[in-house]
């Protein structure tokens, strides 16, 4: 059961969200178990960008999951937010018959499957909100929450005032199984787009279908920079991404006033758990988030730090640039 962190002694929980990148079976157990001793209360697991990376099955995802479990962790497991084939539709609707750990909804597609898998069941249906679900008012996630969600993971998009609008702490939405409680992007690229389209192998000048497993190459993405040597975006199989990591930890006491519980940090290859360290230092021990960001910027992270939606300006912007 997801844990609402206003009951919790620590001010901010964290979620490590699913791996973007398609990194070697080995480099991705390794990453995990690091994650396994890590401050990281819950962990989400699952492809989110292709279906045709298939070096971690659907089987190797659940006893991955359940390792995770004995760790500690909780464990989500998160759905394609885009589907393309028949074989994808079937693998979500797989992901939505099995009880053992919660669902995070991609798109509508797993809203569905999921409301499926409860009828047949005839109990009610239990999920996270995915933040690629367009749910942009307090309207939207009413009518969400009544489909059985318990957790609500805010579009990247949305600036801190908006989540609290939309969530309000102290009027939460709720639904079957009580109060949502809110999540939001805290660290990592934010997916800009997705396509059925492979950006990647039409970079390589290759066909989707024979696209040799180029992403394979780019641990963190294929970051394009401007013709001003500006980072720009980010090639990362069908999905387009910020070439900037969102960072926002000087933002932290706007979003735990907005009724923000849990900070979600996307992955990158290098100094992870350096950058779950800050936010554990500035969000519950009180660091100074400016000397934190000054010491992420001189680490070797695979882009610039950014905050602007989150304070409602242009994404690509930074407070404490």
């Given amino acids: 059961m997801l844990i609402d962190s206003c009951a919790c002694a620590r001010q901010a929980e964290f979620t490590v969200g699913a791996l973007s990148y398609w990194w070697p079976r080995a480099t991705l157990l390794a990453f995990y178990a690091e994650i396994a001793d890590s401050v990281a209360s819950c962990v989400v697991l699952g492809e989110t960008v292709c279906s045709r990376r298939n070096e971690m099955r659907p089987g190797d995802w659940l006893a991955l999951a359940r390792e995770l479990r004995q760790a500690g962790k909780e464990v989500v497991l998160a759905s394609l937010p885009l589907l393309s084939s028949e074989s994808e539709w079937r693998a979500v609707r797989d992901l939505a018959g099995q009880e053992e750990f919660l669902v995070e909804a991609g798109d509508a597609s797993a809203l569905h499957a999921l409301d499926q898998a409860a009828e047949q069941r005839g109990s009610p249906a239990r999920f996270v909100l995915g933040p690629h679900l367009n749910i942009y008012n307090t309207q939207a996630l009413r009518e969400h929450a009544s489909l059985g969600a318990v957790h609500w993971v805010a579009p990247v998009d949305l600036p801190a005032a908006a989540?609290?609008?939309?969530?309000?702490?102290?009027?939460?939405?709720?639904?079957?199984?009580?109060?949502?409680?809110?999540?939001?992007?805290?660290?990592?690229?934010?997916?800009?787009?997705?396509?059925?389209?492979?950006?990647?192998?039409?970079?390589?000048?290759?066909?989707?279908?024979?696209?040799?497993?180029?992403?394979?190459?780019?641990?963190?993405?294929?970051?394009?920079?401007?013709?001003?040597?500006?980072?720009?975006?980010?090639?990362?199989?069908?999905?387009?991404?910020?070439?900037?990591?969102?960072?926002?930890?000087?933002?932290?006491?706007?979003?735990?006033?907005?009724?923000?519980?849990?900070?979600?940090?996307?992955?990158?290859?290098?100094?992870?758990?350096?950058?779950?360290?800050?936010?554990?230092?500035?969000?519950?021990?009180?660091?100074?988030?400016?000397?934190?960001?000054?010491?992420?910027?001189?680490?070797?992270?695979?882009?610039p730090l950014v905050d602007g939606y989150v304070r409602g300006t242009a994404g690509m912007s930074a407070a404490y640039a």
């Avoid at 936010?279 to 992270?301: I, K, Q, T, W, Y």
């Fill in 163 to 303: 989540i609290g609008r939309v969530n309000p702490p102290q009027d939460r939405v709720c639904g079957p199984h009580g109060a949502l409680s809110t999540e939001a992007w805290g660290f990592g690229r934010l997916a800009l787009a997705m396509s059925a389209r492979c950006f990647t192998a039409r970079h390589h000048r290759l066909r989707k279908d024979a696209c040799e497993f180029r992403c394979r190459d780019d641990a963190d993405g294929l970051r394009l920079d401007s013709s001003e040597g500006q980072a720009f975006l980010c090639i990362n199989g069908t999905q387009i991404q910020s070439a900037g990591l969102h960072a926002v930890l000087g933002e932290w006491p706007a979003l735990r006033a907005a009724g923000v519980g849990r900070l979600r940090l996307s992955p990158c290859s290098r100094g992870f758990a350096e950058v779950l360290h800050c936010f554990e230092s500035v969000c519950n021990d009180g660091a100074d988030p400016a000397h934190a960001l000054e010491h992420l910027r001189a680490m070797d992270l695979p882009g």
